[in-house]
């Protein structure tokens, strides 16, 4: 998602509150929106620095979706107009032609008024958006995008699960995912304190949880450890220091930290994962709280591929299923921005900075 639109994310003292107000339209294989599923006709539009589009990355990868569905890539950082595609060769991206993801949300409104957030699914055509609604955008791809799923798919939300899924998924969005920004953009001593005792309670009961099964839901991955791993890979990098949700590091607690390894040794999620993009986008988009913008060379990331011991607790990642193949062609993660990289670009390699209008 991020709506991390520039600086200025704390109110003075109030405790944080998410802007959650989408574009809700969904692309459907029933007809029952004008949006049918077409391979070939949307462009998902992420940054690997955002939680929210990390996990809209996870699941089309997972899915087998690369051949249909193609994915454009903005770079880590933005400022209050919006994501920009500095990436690509010219600074636009190659399919939409924008330098702007703002061009595609005021492609479908030319008043548009709200925030330009990541994930968004762009029809190609027009070059409009068509929703940034990110929570229902990854459960189409598992439920209406089911004949381009790649053979040996997982069913990432079965639908004999689905009720408590919405349970968990829904504690661990309100309590863990806006959790840590809850705790770093509060406005007031008293806001920190409330933000902090929820984000810890919510991580206790998920230790105690993963300490008995191997992921949230059993035996197997679901789309609810999708939602989790995107803020467990950023804790110890930024949430830790930078939000201040510093009772412990993630390394630190036995059952996460081996089941946030686990996830992220199976395919599609560490290779996925940027910390490099992910720090530099926390350290110098936030300049209210790290007005410096001076991006830590640390921690080690290599610890991430140390063994876990998750498979002593039974289960298997994709099932009966198989693992996604290598990653698409102009989509991996350079080597040294994962696990063991150097922490983060010299400032000399940074992407350029948009500036504000």
Known sequence: MSDDTGSGYVANGQ?????????????????????????????????RACPWANRAA????????EPVLSMGICGPTHDERSWTFDLDPGGRDPVLGYERLQEAFLARDPEYPRGITVPAMVDVATKAVVTNDFTQMTLDFSTQWTAHHRDGAPDLYPEHLRDEMDDVMERVYTEVNNGVYRCGFAG????????????????????ERLSTQRFLMGDTITEADVRLFTTLARFDAVYHGHFKANRQKLAEMPALWA????????????????FPQIKEHYYVVHADINPTQVIPQGPDTSNWLTPHGREELGGAPFGDGTPPGPVAQGEEVPADHGPGGIGH?????????????
């Open 345 to 357: 670009r010299p400032d000399g390699e940074r992407g350029q900075r948009p500036r504000p209008a």
């Open 15 to 47: 405790e944080y509150s998410r802007d959650t107000n989408y574009l809700t339209d969904r692309i459907t294989s029933d007809g029952s929106s004008p949006w049918p599923v077409e391979a070939g006709r949307y462009r998902l539009v992420i940054a």
């Open 58 to 65: 996870i699941v089309r990868r997972l899915l087998g979706l």
């Open 259 to 274: 089941y946030a390894r686990d996830l992220f040794q199976t395919p599609g999620f560490g290779d996925t994962t940027d």
């Open 188 to 207: 007031s001593q008293r806001a920190y304190d409330r933000a902090y005792d929820r984000l810890w309670t919510a991580l206790d009961w998920l230790e």
